[in-house]
């Protein structure tokens, strides 16, 4: 079915923000083979952990192959991995588990994924002991709801593995600016590979998606700040000049596909927290990356992975940006158009041969596009929970989820678009609605895991004030995040010499908190800065930049009107507005 237009009015106004591999065949083993704060931010504050019913385990037990994936990708029974000659067949019975257990379509991505697994493999040693170590994580993972990544070999390998392709990576950006775009993209393929942290839904085994791994186990904390390791070598792998936006229409049509999901990620998580993208985005379709391409059931995509059509993420980021620089002030003209593409937009779904699996697929996407519109409606046009257009759509998400039974397979991809919706909610039955799908959800009933820190996100919210209002989601993320410590002083000098205008500045004593560490209670706090200025002329020009910090605009000051004798009239000092936590560290222009 074709979905809406993005339209190219709406990017005329904002366009200033600046080896082919044989297909499946049932036959032969081998044919068969991805700053934080605004300045209203409250105080921060604890958040009770929440955990589901103890129904988790019998979740895990139940079949998810309920379209013969296995037999898609492998065709035949359990292998022991210590026979030399199953190696190769134990990772795609791996990803046949994982394609089953975490993909929104699975079968749209069986070719893709056996080709992924064959092409990595025959790349060399460390890549197969990756694939091998991937191969048990998720072994262990989807037997047990129980799951502790610190308590498993595996997983801690591969920790120390991509944290250390990782670091070579960043050190040679940092060393020669010189990683170039296929550098840049091994090392994400590899970074994908096993660092899940980036999303909250696990996508399928193949090498190029594993990103998703570990985000079922860890915390939105450890996710955002994988996000930010990673971000200056995602940078480099894209396309795109360094130093303009990122084309998402044409990323998408001509990069390997593990940029996607860090894209995705970067998108809906500023959504969710409320906070700045790493990066910013455009949406210009061109001829080669025509709007077409992306309407159709074939290729691989978001949308055959985790559910959220590429269309509609292409969107998001585009709102993104407009509420960076708006905020809810976006003139109407262009929130009607938004509203109009949304309603536009239609749901994809690929065959499959469980219809029920089919109905609740499309539910999905259609929890997404009624979950978007909240988001135009709230974020964009700040209109609180009891607004009209807000109860309707609200109401058809509603209608959405009680005509399909709570269910793992279905609403893990629904996660997010919960999420929205919780924030919308006024009545209790609705509430305990969102909560009840929500703890359903593995990843979510778990304390110290992303999805539970939604969880614990939304009961924050609905325990305050109503009607809610779309900031009360940034409020409620610092207030489940507090456990992240202050940024060092070190990390105050490393974000501010990211801006050009620090570059040749004279520092006469280091940034530092104008109150100690330990004090510091708010979500943004003062940071003096003392440089030498005999005539003034530097801190008049400095007043004039618009200076970044943690990925946030700072507001800039003047700390004395006269500055004190000692500094003898050779210095002046600066007081700058910052977030406290280095969660986010981009700069303009920075990668």
């Not at 103890?54 to 210590?82: H, K």
């Given at each position: ?18 080896g ?6 049932p036959?032969?083993?081998l ?22 019913p ?31 000659s ?24 069986v ?58 990576a960043?050190?040679?950006?940092e060393?020669t ?13 590899f970074?994908?590979q ?23 186990v ?32 044409t ?15 970067d ?44 269309r ?32 536009r937009?239609?749901?994809i ?13 499309m539910?999905?996407?259609q ?23 807000v ?7 509603i ?46 009933a778990?304390?110290?895991?992303m ?6 996100m ?21 207030e ?25 500045l ?20 003062f940071?003096?800065i ?7 002329l530097?801190?008049?020009n ?6 970044y ?7 800039i000051?003047?700390?004395?009107d ?21 969660t ?8």
């Open positions: 079915m074709e979905v809406s237009n993005i339209s190219s009015s709406l990017e005329t106004n904002h366009q200033d923000l600046a082919t591999l044989t297909p499946y065949t036959g032969s083993f044919d068969s083979t991805f700053s934080l704060a605004w300045p209203s931010d409250q105080l921060r504050q604890t958040s009770p952990q929440l955990t589901a103890s129904q988790l385990d019998d979740d895990v037990d139940e079949s998810d192959d309920l379209e013969d994936v296995q037999s898609a990708v492998i065709g035949f029974l359990a292998l022991d991995q210590t026979v030399e199953n190696g190769l067949p134990f990772v795609l019975q791996g990803c046949a588990t994982w394609l089953s257990y975490s993909t929104y379509e699975p079968l749209s991505v070719q893709s994924a056996r080709n992924d697994i064959l092409r990595t493999y025959v790349m060399g040693e460390q890549p197969r002991q990756i694939l091998h170590l991937l191969t048990n994580t998720v072994n262990e993972l989807t037997r047990s709801a129980e799951y502790d990544p610190a308590e498993s070999t595996c997983f801690l390998a591969l920790e120390a593995i991509f944290q250390q392709i990782l670091a070579e960043g050190a040679h950006i060393s600016r010189g990683l170039n775009q296929q550098q840049a993209n091994e090392a994400m393929l970074v994908n096993a660092s899940a942290r980036l999303t909250v839904y696990p996508i399928d085994l193949s090498p190029s998606k594993w990103i998703f791994t570990k985000c079922r860890e915390s939105l904390t450890n996710i955002l700040a994988f996000l930010q390791l990673a971000a200056p070598i995602f940078r480099r792998a894209c396309p795109d000049p360094l130093d303009g936006f990122i084309n998402l229409p990323l998408f049509t001509t990069t390997n596909p593990v940029l996607y999901y860090y894209i995705m990620m998108v809906l998580l500023a959504m969710l927290t409320v906070r700045p993208m790493f990066f910013r985005y455009t949406v210009r379709f061109t001829p080669e990356a025509h709007e077409s391409l992306f309407s159709g059931v074939e290729g691989r995509s978001l949308r055959c992975t985790c559910g959220i059509p590429d509609l993420v292409m969107m998001f980021a585009y709102m993104n940006g407009l509420f960076e620089d708006f905020g809810s002030y976006i003139p109407k003209h262009m929130t009607d158009e938004l509203e109009q593409d949304i309603k937009m239609k749901p779904v690929g065959v499959s041969t469980e219809p029920f699996l089919m109905i609740g697929r539910v999905v996407q929890a997404w596009f009624q979950a978007a519109l909240i988001y135009l409606y709230m974020g964009l046009c700040g209109y609180d929970s009891t607004d009209a257009r109860v309707t759509a609200r109401s058809r998400f209608k959405l989820l009680a005509s399909t039974k709570p269910q793992r397979t279905i609403d893990s991809f629904m996660v997010f678009p919960l999420v929205i919706l919780g924030v919308a909610t006024e009545s209790q039955e609705e509430r305990n609605m969102v909560r009840q799908r929500m703890l359903g959800v593995p990843e979510c778990r304390p110290g895991r999805g539970n820190d939604f969880v614990r939304l009961e924050n919210i609905w325990s305050k004030r109503c009607p809610v209002v779309w900031s009360d989601l940034r409020g409620a993320c610092w489940v995040i507090a456990e992240t410590p202050v940024a060092s002083e070190e990390d105050l000098l490393a974000t501010l010499q990211l801006n050009l205008v620090f570059k040749d004279h520092l006469t004593m280091r940034p530092r908190w104008f109150k100690k560490p330990e004090a510091i209670t708010g979500l943004r706090s940071v003096i003392t440089f030498e200025d005999p005539d003034g530097v801190e008049r400095l007043l004039k930049f618009t200076v910090a943690f990925g946030e605009q700072t507001a000051k003047k700390w004395h006269t500055p004190p004798s000692c500094w003898k009239g050779s210095s002046s000092s600066l007081i700058i507005v910052i977030p406290v936590m280095a986010d560290i981009r700069g303009d222009g920075m990668f």
